[in-house]
């Protein structure tokens, strides 16, 4: 018979140091690159870590935070760490050993003294451990939160273009884009994916913050990405898990400037989209859908992944290149059958969650959060809004146009910026730019 022992503790250098050294996991979320990043700036969680051995050899390690706990009700809530933050949530370990890691897991917590109450977020339907979940026959709620789109690439970028896009009408049609946007001086793409293109990229890297605040700017971004105090979080830990190869950054640069990215996390066979953006004075020119083009492309001549996984959320520019989705599911458990205190605690979270699932599926979340976002612009110093702009056209024939340098104009508003370039799009000439007008040729 094996024998089996789990071992408790609250220290975040202990974890770290037990998943440096056992890093088994194909969750990028779950890597030391990315935990120790993340934990570095989240180091107040009430932690419990747990390591799962079967005959003294280490096979799994379970990472929780307590979010509820009362001696006298002798009950604690658990869930894993990076609640919202991280997705595919799962035990730490092989996924051939997920079973056995669970078993002796769930064994440990009905040994307490005490009850549990998990509440387990963002498990993947994909994942050997959702089957578990489903199967464990404990008190439990499962609550559908997220379609997953994906796609598989294959060899040939040709067939795996028609397929996606089978009207020929709109393969043209990216193609044009694709030339409009090559048109307008030196477009390049670069993708970062370890130390040295990491190291070589670094100034680029720099600029992506700029372009992500302008994407969302009056919107709600739960990632936070552009915003500065988020800055000094996000720059170590591209470059912690550029180092270790766990992330993937897709640069479409014009005249030496980032005008979009797509920020990937890895585990060496899928890519996992994360935070995407695009400089929206690019709207004409439908560049984010342009970019994942040129990405694919590479990818497929390369051979490099097998697997894009557009992550949570099935918004409209994913549907254009996924054909498939897989689903993320949250599960509220009740360990105690004798516990009442354990036992409402498991109701109240699941009336909670179950309301919550319901307001999104009715778009009353999304709408909440573009309201937010609405109301957070309006509120900002006056000095950060929105500068007057003016946009005219002059009769003089003009002795020199404007010659665009996208690098000389970066800086100027985005309304001027986006002016000049839909001018471009549609063939008009550029007589002169400020940063506070645009003079156009009738």
């Not at 747990?50 to 390690?61: A, C, D, P, R, S």
Request: hydrophobic letters at 35%; glycine letters at 4%.
């Amino acid at each position: 018979m094996n024998n089996t022992r789990v071992k408790c503790y609250h220290e975040v250098e202990e974890l770290l140091a037990e998943v440096e050294g056992f890093d088994f996991s194909n969750n990028p979320y779950q890597s030391y690159a990315f935990l120790s990043v993340y934990l570095k700036y989240n180091p107040n969680g009430r932690f419990y870590f747990f390591n799962i051995y079967e005959n003294e050899k280490l096979v799994g390690i379970v990472p929780f935070e307590c979010t509820f706990e009362n001696r006298l009700l002798n009950v604690k809530k658990f869930r894993f760490i990076g609640y919202r933050d991280f997705n595919y949530e799962q035990y730490i370990c092989r996924d051939e050993d997920m079973l056995k890691v669970h078993t002796i897991f769930m064994d440990y917590l009905n040994s307490l003294s005490y009850s549990v109450v998990l509440n387990i977020y963002d498990v993947n339907n994909a994942n050997p451990f959702y089957d578990i979940l489903i199967k464990t026959g404990v008190k439990k709620t499962s609550l559908q939160l997220y379609s997953c789109p994906c796609l598989h690439f294959c060899d040939d970028f040709n067939a795996f273009f028609t397929s996606v896009f089978t009207s020929s009408k709109k393969r043209t049609e990216l193609k044009k884009f694709q030339r409009k946007l090559s048109e307008l001086g030196n477009l390049k793409m670069i993708n970062v994916c370890d130390k040295n293109s990491y190291d070589t990229n670094l100034k680029y890297i720099k600029q992506i913050y700029k372009v992500h605040a302008e994407r969302f700017a009056g919107v709600y971004a739960t990632s936070f990405f552009g915003s500065p105090h988020m800055h000094a979080y996000y720059s170590e830990l591209i470059k912690s898990l550029m180092y270790y190869e766990k992330g993937y950054l897709s640069l479409i640069l014009l005249d030496e400037v980032v005008i979009a990215f797509i920020f990937c996390l890895t585990n060496g066979v899928s890519l996992i989209d994360w935070i995407p953006a695009f400089d929206p004075a690019f709207a004409r020119y439908s560049l984010g859908t342009v970019q994942y083009k040129m990405l694919f492309e590479e990818i497929c001549n390369k051979g490099s992944y097998q697997l894009f996984d557009y992550s949570k959320g099935s918004s409209v520019y994913k549907r254009k290149w996924a054909k498939e989705e897989t689903f993320n599911y949250q599960f509220i458990i009740n360990l105690s059958d004798k516990n009442p205190f354990a036992f409402l605690l498991y109701c109240i979270d699941k009336m909670k969650f179950t309301f919550k699932v319901y307001l999104r599926r009715k778009g009353v979340l999304s709408w909440g959060k573009r309201t937010l976002g609405k109301l957070l612009t309006f509120l900002k110093p006056s000095q950060e809004k929105k500068p007057s702009v003016k946009i005219r056209t002059t009769n003089e024939i003009p002795k020199d146009t404007f010659v665009l340098n996208y690098s000389t104009i970066n800086t100027y508003p985005i309304e001027i910026r986006e002016a000049v370039l839909s001018a471009i799009y549609q063939g008009k000439c550029v007589v002169k730019v400020s940063r506070e007008e645009v003079v156009l040729a009738k």
